[in-house]
């Protein structure tokens, strides 16, 4: 069974700190992995993917995300956090031949002025 | 460019009235669509997704259903509301096997509340 993992409800990072925000996945076959941001009342907004190849993908708003084939992670990181960045991140996997997509329990980021 | 729409924004009912929220996609053609709901601002639960017109698969038995009248259309019903169907409902689309594809794209929501 396919399913997504965000260990931590909550993280804090002060402004200008590196932050990271942790995902593990459970997929048959080869995962296709995405990172989601959610600000209060909004819709999801994607922000990157991991299809195929290198393993460090960079998305939007300067975050990147590194895929670990062997501890199944993709952790979602920014060198230097921003107020703006305080939002609900999704982690979500989708396999390979699948129509659906399995989302983690979301993350509340908080970057501290 | 594709675009998302949902609608209403906001929507106030009474338990036992009818519900209809529609999604409308523009700038592609044969998407997935799926509806979600989100309760307390946290995780994502899948109701019912559309690989075409027509088909429709539930994943959470309960009252309400989906319908996929034109292809890109998908419209979220109810009978009766209940209590617990309040929430704030999401749209998606995707497609698979495409340029710049595979992800899911957020519709900006209809918060729900049943009184």
């Known amino acids: 069974a396919q399913s997504v993992a965000q260990p931590e409800d909550q993280v804090n990072v002060a402004e200008g700190n590196p932050l990271t925000v942790k995902c593990t996945y459970s997929v048959s076959g080869n995962p296709y992995l995405f990172w989601y941001v959610q600000y209060p009342n909004r819709g999801l907004q994607f922000l990157l993917k991991y299809i195929t190849g290198d393993n460090l993908v960079k998305g939007s708003y300067g975050f990147e995300a590194e895929f670990n084939k062997s501890q199944t992670s993709f952790h979602l990181k920014k060198p230097s956090a921003l107020v703006s960045d305080s939002a609900l991140y999704f982690c979500?996997?989708?396999?390979?031949?699948?129509?659906?997509?399995?989302f983690g329990t979301g993350t509340s980021l908080t970057v501290i002025p | 460019s594709q675009t998302i729409h949902q609608w209403p924004a906001t929507l106030v009912q009474p338990v036992g009235s009818p519900l209809s929220l529609e999604c409308t996609v523009e700038g592609t053609s044969n998407p997935n669509l799926y509806w979600y709901r989100q309760a307390a601002g946290r995780g994502l639960q899948l109701l019912f997704y559309?690989?075409?017109?027509?088909?429709i698969s539930s994943e959470v038995p309960q009252n309400l259903s989906a319908s996929r009248p034109q292809d890109r259309q998908f419209i979220l019903s109810s009978k009766k509301l209940l209590l617990s169907d309040s929430g704030f409902y999401l749209c998606a689309w995707s497609v698979l096997g495409k340029k710049n594809s595979y992800e899911q794209y957020f519709g900006p929501g209809t918060r729900l509340t049943v009184t």
């Open positions: 559309s690989v075409g017109i027509g088909q």
């Open positions: 979500a996997v989708r396999d390979g031949t699948g129509n659906q997509f399995y």
